[in-house]
């Protein structure tokens, strides 16, 4: 079965500092997703990592994919309040990827202050 | 494009009642899927569909039901409503295996 951990699940951070969320997987998968969800909001995508090594960027915002170490990683550079949200990580199981279905993580909860 | 729609926002059930939540897309995407997530929780599949006519059950299927008879439209059933069924409730939509897009949740409330 299929696990997803994130860590930390809670990060406080001061604006301008720098952090990284881990996403740590348990079985095969050449897919990992990463979400923004903003409170009582709904799921936003962020990145799409389909391959070992992927790595992309967007703003303050970089992920990265080692699937040999079932490892994603989502750096923060700089951070502004605007990035206070949940993040999650989730993961398509290579078994059965025809489907698509998607296994979350329990999500890391940002809160950047000024 | 309105992209995933869902209806309705908001909804309060008593224990024992049925309802359906909408689900419609307008991207023509094959897939789509049904999530649950709880108060500080990911989400959780409860069914899919690869297309009209193929629905398949997720992680948390019991209690629910789906059906697709359409490209656009994913429903899900409950039958029987239980108070662990209070949660918020995600469609999403995807074209194969391609990024998940998802409707703006319905929050249900079993009392």
């Known amino acids: 079965e299929l696990k997803v951990e994130q860590n930390p699940l809670f990060l406080s951070m001061q604006e301008g500092k720098n952090y990284t969320i881990y996403c740590n997987y348990s079985?095969?998968?050449?897919?990992l997703y990463w979400y923004r969800q903003d409170p009582g909001k709904s799921l936003e995508s962020l990145f799409v990592l389909l391959s070992n090594g992927a790595v992309k960027q967007e703003g303050r915002l970089m992920a990265s994919l080692d699937t040999k170490a079932r490892l994603s990683t989502l750096h923060i550079t700089a951070a502004v309040h605007d990035l206070s949200a949940t993040y999650f990580c989730a993961v398509s199981p290579s078994v059965g990827g025809a489907t698509n279905k998607l296994i979350f993580g329990t999500g890391t909860l940002l809160a950047v202050q000024p | 494009n309105a992209g995933v729609t869902q209806t309705p926002k908001f909804r309060i059930l008593k224990i024992g009642q049925s309802m359906t939540l909408q689900c419609a897309q307008d991207?023509?995407?094959?897939?789509m899927y049904w999530y649950r997530q709880d108060p500080g929780m990911g989400l959780k599949l409860i069914y899919y569909?690869?297309?009209?006519?193929?629905?398949d059950k997720g992680e948390v299927p019991n209690g629910y039901n789906v059906s697709r008879s359409t490209t656009e439209d994913f429903p899900l059933r409950l039958e029987l409503a239980a108070p662990s069924q209070t949660s918020v409730y995600f469609c999403?939509?995807?074209?194969?295996?391609?990024?998940?897009?998802f409707g703006p949740g319905t929050r249900l409330t079993v009392l």
């Open positions: 079985t095969t998968s050449d897919r």
């Open positions: 991207m023509n995407h094959n897939y």
């Open positions: 569909s690869v297309g009209a006519g193929i629905t």
């Open positions: 999403a939509s995807s074209y194969s295996q391609y990024e998940q897009f």
